[in-house]
């Protein structure tokens, strides 16, 4: 589907929180691409921006500056009535922690049937949901007789009742075993096959390798991409490249000469 609109786009992004302390800029200027119907990782140290990312794809904060887009609707400048209205019609959220996800005196089926309630749509996908994600024969059981991975695809199963445009997730691996993230990490491929859009935030290799595309974020901007296992560079709208610390390393001064070759863009030190 290479034709088909993205499900989100940032342009741009800035977010900045004002603390005791001062200015936190936790994002300054972030270009990311979500594609419909695939699985993004965004990844990166504690601290450089993944969940201020998260935050405003799925409509739960709105960025200081620039654009972002979710499902063809801009979100800078909606009302709160409206950001509450995309949130619940096109996104689906994913906590952490499995317990934070669920209510605990409600059934698998039961939550995907007040996850649909909430969405406005009828829940006919519930059923469907349950096979995909391995919980078929769970439907009748409550939370705490459930594992943790099975705790973290009901999750994934109520987020995307309804269809939402976007599917977003905050480190859903982060307490999860190394088998049980690998388990998960199929069930989202399951539901991005299925043309679900996935978002995920993680610190994990495992989880990383299993999307389509990973965007790693150094300091509130896009240190590169990795697709199709290539690592790729990201040229913002300006022109601006981020160096791999390695590359920046060569360049004590901060400056260099830039040279077009028929073999592409070469910088070289000054002094050289
Ligand atoms: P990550 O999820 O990659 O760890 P965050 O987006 O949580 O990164 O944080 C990015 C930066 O913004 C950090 O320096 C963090 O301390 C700061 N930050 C996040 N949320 C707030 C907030 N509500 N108020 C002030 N600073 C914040
Ligand atoms: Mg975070």
Redesign the pocket.
């Known amino acids: 589907m290479p034709h088909e609109a993205p499900a989100a786009v940032c342009e741009g992004l800035v ?1 900045i ?3 005791p302390s001062g200015e ?1 800029h ?2 300054k200027g972030v270009d990311v691409v979500v594609p419909a119907g695939r699985v993004t990782a965004i990844t ?12 405003i794809l799925a409509a739960q904060d709105r960025p200081t500056a620039g654009l972002a887009e979710v499902a063809g609707q801009s979100l800078t400048g909606l009302s709160t009535r409206r950001l509450r209205a995309l949130r619940r019609r096109s996104i689906g959220y994913v906590f952490a922690r499995p317990a934070q996800n669920l209510a605990p005196h409600l059934t698998a089926r039961e939550h995907l049937a007040a996850a649909a309630r909430l969405r406005g749509t009828n829940g006919d996908d519930a059923a469907e949901l349950l096979e995909r994600l391995g919980l078929a024969d769970r439907a009748d059981h409550l939370p705490a007789q459930l594992s943790g991975g099975e705790q973290q695809r009901l999750a994934f199963a109520q987020a995307v009742t309804g269809r939402p445009a976007l599917l977003v997730a ?1 480190e859903p691996t982060s307490e999860l075993d190394s088998r049980t993230t690998t388990d998960l990490m199929a069930a989202v491929r399951g539901l991005a096959d299925a043309g679900t859009t996935v978002v995920l ?1 993680t610190h994990d290799a495992l989880a990383a390798a299993a999307a389509d595309r990973v965007v790693h ?1 150094r300091s ?1 901007t896009v240190a590169h991409e990795e697709v199709a296992g290539r690592r790729l560079a990201v040229i913002d709208g300006d022109g601006r490249v981020q160096l791999p610390a390695d590359a920046l390393a060569l360049f004590p001064e901060r400056r260099a000469l830039l040279e077009i070759t028929e073999d592409g863009v070469v910088l070289r030190e000054p002094g050289s």
């Not at 990166?44 to 998260?54: F, I």
């Open positions: 977010r929180y004002s603390s936190v936790a994002l990166g140290p504690s601290g450089s921006g993944k969940s201020s990312l998260l935050r905050d935030a974020l509130g």
